[in-house]
């Protein structure tokens, strides 16, 4: 098995046009050496290698160079996050550090800041230690922008920011119960640190006697926006003892830095002083041609949104976000109150407010898995809550089954809105329902709306394509944002196409009459098939329901790249819809099925 050339050689194939001409020469070598050498077989870090040592020409000496055209082939991506912790990835190499899965040197190193993994990419690269045909594929389906063990880190980040803290102090833990000699090092940054997963896994190692852990920590002062307050050396210091600070713009001054932490016995944290600018990657315009119109998304329309309720209504909304106003375009159209990154405490803060008023939860569909606890003790005990679960199925990956998991809480309901209608609807069923979390999630993507919502009747459905007048033998069935695709989909195909906007829907006898006739149903959905949409309109109303939804979690790539995957395209939903009447499956099934 060849697994460099199966997973970077389509993606570096394809954005073969955004490559320089020297590029391309260099990434059309080492995929003839992969396809006639056989350099590609073993653990990735080694074929990695071996193709490096085949084509040693190196087209950038700097890393930071290497960063911004991974990036501006890319299109998208944490440039900036990346930018601020080089000088701290280039000590780690220095040190010894950065090879061998992070087993090798003097200490173990768990990179905590997962995102700044396109950083030991580069640094690799420059080096001498990858190829160049990985760079080109970031986000794009070969390489991950989070740390993987696959790709040489010690450690994988999945959904959570401060859960790297916890990876070293656990590691750390079973090093000193081992009696090994030996320290971790963790890359962490000053907004991770607000994550609770981050207090508490500090707070053990002190309270176990930790005496191997080493907390370097890139203090750029921003997590997504600025933060609040600089961060609390105090603190720190009192959990780790020794603390030094470090110029962390100035590699040299990072290495000796860490260098003397780890040279003498005992735990110690090092605070970096680093500076980060804008945290998504916006490509830079084209000389002299025209801006290309920015489609806002649907989740990015949530403070209008909320701003007209409040215009409507009179009721002043308790907003709380970790760091995402941005995402939910809050700025300027409703007052919020920034958390921080501190996930637990956002929920937590609506636990006292008065019943009355409306409390806003703004967070993410990974995220929120960081505070399920604080969840269940809110849906219990909190009225009047809306949690908007914000979904982007991007670069990070994430939980194909996030919405079936809010919908297990106590008092819980969960809605995918598409349209400004229907989450004007969600909320006016707040009020009626105060004593039932609404849970809604907010599609980070831009698309036209359906031809028609749920609004009048946000629990039931609405049909896109309405039924003849004869019984259909077959008919579609959808939820959220897999309406969408589905309606596009279904355009020239006529098939009867009902879209719900509740993930649990109460269905109008008519509905369920013309449903009850059909030979075949497919259900839609983009949210997991286990426990999904799908399965509890088959359980609650023994429908003949067959369900096509995505089996695993989203993968790391952007969300263009995501719809074959899963096999939610519209040209494989078109391939599936056809056959349906007929009783005959789609010539392509998804890549995982």
Same mark, same amino acid.
């Given at each position: 098995?060849?697994?460099?050339?199966?997973?970077?050689?389509?993606?570096?194939?394809?954005?073969?046009?955004?490559? /320089?001409?020297?590029?391309?020469?260099?990434?059309?070598?080492?995929?003839?050496?992969?396809?006639?050498?056989?350099?590609?077989?073993?653990?990735?870090?080694?074929?990695?290698?071996?193709?490096?040592?085949?084509?040693?020409?190196?087209?950038?000496?700097?890393?930071?160079?290497?960063?911004?055209?991974?990036?501006?082939?890319?299109?998208?991506?944490?440039?900036?996050?990346?930018?601020?912790?080089?000088?701290?990835?280039?000590?780690?190499?220095?040190?010894?550090?950065?090879?061998?899965?992070?087993?090798?040197?003097?200490?173990?190193?768990?990179?905590?800041?997962?995102?700044?993994?396109?950083?030991?990419?580069?640094?690799?690269?420059?080096?001498?230690?990858?190829?160049?045909?990985?760079?080109?594929?970031?986000?794009?389906?070969?390489?991950?922008?989070?740390?993987?063990?696959?790709?040489?880190?010690?450690?994988?980040?999945?959904?959570?920011?401060?859960?790297g803290v916890a990876q070293a102090v656990s590691l750390a833990w079973e090093l000193t119960r081992r009696g090994e000699d030996r320290k971790v090092v963790c890359l962490a940054g000053d907004g991770e640190l607000h994550e609770g997963a981050a207090f508490e896994a500090l707070r053990?190692?002190?309270?176990?006697?930790?005496?191997?852990?080493?907390?370097?920590?890139?203090?750029?002062?921003?997590?997504?926006?600025?933060?609040?307050?600089?961060?609390?050396?105090?603190?720190?210091?009192?959990?780790?003892?020794?603390?030094?600070?470090?110029?962390?713009?100035?590699?040299?001054?990072?290495?000796?830095?860490?260098?003397?932490?780890?040279?003498?016995?005992?735990?110690?944290?090092?605070?970096?002083?680093?500076?980060?600018?804008?945290?998504?990657?916006?490509?830079?315009?084209?000389?002299?041609?025209?801006?290309?119109?920015?489609?806002?998304?649907?989740?990015?329309?949530?403070?209008?949104?909320?701003?007209?309720?409040?215009?409507?209504?009179?009721?002043?909304?308790?907003?709380?976000?970790?760091?995402?106003?941005?995402?939910?375009?809050?700025?300027?159209?409703?007052?919020?109150?920034?958390?921080?990154?501190?996930?637990?405490?956002?929920?937590?803060?609506?636990?006292?407010?008065?019943?009355?008023?409306?409390?806003?939860?703004?967070?993410?569909?990974?995220?929120?898995?960081?505070?399920?606890?604080?969840?269940?003790?809110? /849906?219990?005990?909190?009225?009047?809550?809306?949690?908007?679960?914000?979904?982007?199925?991007?670069?990070?990956?994430?939980?194909?089954?996030?919405?079936?998991?809010?919908?297990?809480?106590?008092?819980?309901?969960?809605?995918?809105?598409?349209?400004?209608?229907?989450?004007?609807?969600?909320?006016?069923r707040l009020a009626r329902d105060p004593a039932t979390t609404h849970a809604v999630s907010m599609v980070d993507a831009a698309f036209d709306p359906p031809p028609a919502d749920c609004a009048d009747d946000i629990d039931g459905g609405v049909w896109l394509t309405p039924p003849g007048?004869?019984?259909?033998?077959?008919?579609?069935?959808?939820?959220?944002?897999?309406?969408?695709?589905?309606?596009?989909?279904?355009?020239?195909?006529?098939?009867?196409?009902?879209?719900?906007?509740?993930?649990?829907?109460?269905?109008?006898?008519?509905?369920?009459?013309?449903?009850?006739?059909?030979?075949?149903?497919?259900?839609?959905?983009?949210?997991?098939?286990?426990?999904?949409?799908?399965?509890?309109?088959?359980?609650?109303?023994?429908?003949?329901?067959?369900?096509?939804?995505?089996?695993?979690?989203?993968?790391?790539?952007?969300?263009?790249?995501?719809?074959?995957?899963?096999?939610?395209?519209?040209?494989?939903?078109?391939?599936?819809?056809?056959?349906?009447?007929?009783?005959?499956?789609?010539?392509?099934?998804?890549?995982?099925?």
């Amino acid at each position: 098995m060849n697994a460099l050339l199966d997973r970077f050689a389509g993606p570096a194939r394809e954005a073969l046009p955004r490559l /320089t001409p020297a590029e391309r020469a260099v990434v059309h070598r080492e995929l003839a050496e992969l396809e006639h050498g056989g350099h590609g077989e073993g653990p990735l870090p080694d074929a990695l290698r071996k193709l490096a040592a085949q084509v040693p020409e190196r087209l950038y000496t700097d890393s930071a160079d290497v960063l911004l055209r991974m990036h501006e082939i890319a299109g998208s991506g944490n440039l900036q996050s990346n930018l601020s912790s080089l000088p701290l990835v280039r000590a780690c190499f220095a040190l010894g550090l950065a090879e061998d899965d992070g087993r090798g040197g003097p200490a173990d190193l768990i990179v905590g800041r997962g995102h700044i993994a396109p950083a030991f990419y580069a640094e690799h690269y420059v080096r001498g230690t990858w190829p160049f045909t990985p760079l080109a594929t970031l986000h794009q389906g070969g390489l991950t922008g989070v740390v993987h063990r696959d790709l040489g880190f010690r450690n994988t980040m999945r959904y959570s920011l401060g859960v790297g803290v916890a990876q070293a102090v656990s590691l750390a833990w079973e090093l000193t119960r081992r009696g090994e000699d030996r320290k971790v090092v963790c890359l962490a940054g000053d907004g991770e640190l607000h994550e609770g997963a981050a207090f508490e896994a500090l707070r053990f190692a002190h309270d176990a006697g930790l005496t191997n852990l080493v907390l370097v920590v890139d203090a750029n002062a921003k997590g997504i926006e600025p933060l609040a307050k600089p961060v609390n050396t105090g603190y720190l210091a009192a959990y780790l003892g020794r603390l030094v600070e470090a110029d962390g713009r100035d590699p040299w001054a990072v290495e000796a830095a860490l260098g003397a932490l780890l040279a003498v016995p005992g735990p110690g944290v090092l605070v970096c002083r680093t500076r980060k600018g804008d945290h998504s990657f916006k490509p830079a315009p084209v000389p002299g041609a025209a801006p290309a119109p920015a489609r806002a998304s649907f989740a990015s329309a949530t403070g209008r949104m909320l701003a007209a309720h409040r215009q409507r209504t009179g009721r002043e909304p308790a907003v709380f976000t970790a760091d995402m106003a941005a995402r939910f375009g809050l700025r300027g159209h409703v007052p919020y109150t920034n958390t921080g990154l501190a996930e637990t405490l956002t929920v937590g803060m609506t636990l006292s407010l008065p019943d009355d008023t409306l409390k806003v939860v703004a967070t993410d569909a990974m995220y929120y898995m960081d505070s399920l606890s604080m969840l269940t003790e809110a /849906t219990t005990g909190v009225r009047n809550l809306l949690v908007l679960a914000g979904r982007s199925w991007g670069a990070w990956g994430g939980a194909h089954n996030a919405a079936n998991l809010l919908g297990l809480l106590l008092h819980t309901r969960v809605y995918e809105p598409v349209t400004e209608a229907e989450f004007a609807a969600c909320l006016d069923r707040l009020a009626r329902d105060p004593a039932t979390t609404h849970a809604v999630s907010m599609v980070d993507a831009a698309f036209d709306p359906p031809p028609a919502d749920c609004a009048d009747d946000i629990d039931g459905g609405v049909w896109l394509t309405p039924p003849g007048d004869a019984p259909p033998a077959a008919a579609v069935v959808t939820f959220g944002y897999a309406s969408v695709l589905t309606a596009e989909a279904n355009r020239d195909l006529g098939l009867p196409h009902l879209h719900c906007a509740a993930l649990t829907p109460e269905l109008d006898p008519s509905v369920l009459a013309v449903l009850s006739g059909c030979r075949r149903i497919l259900s839609v959905e983009y949210n997991g098939a286990d426990g999904g949409f799908g399965e509890r309109l088959r359980a609650r109303h023994l429908l003949p329901v067959e369900v096509h939804a995505v089996r695993r979690d989203i993968d790391n790539r952007v969300h263009a790249r995501q719809l074959p995957l899963h096999g939610m395209s519209v040209p494989m939903l078109r391939e599936r819809l056809a056959g349906l009447p007929e009783g005959r499956e789609a010539g392509h099934a998804p890549a995982h099925a």
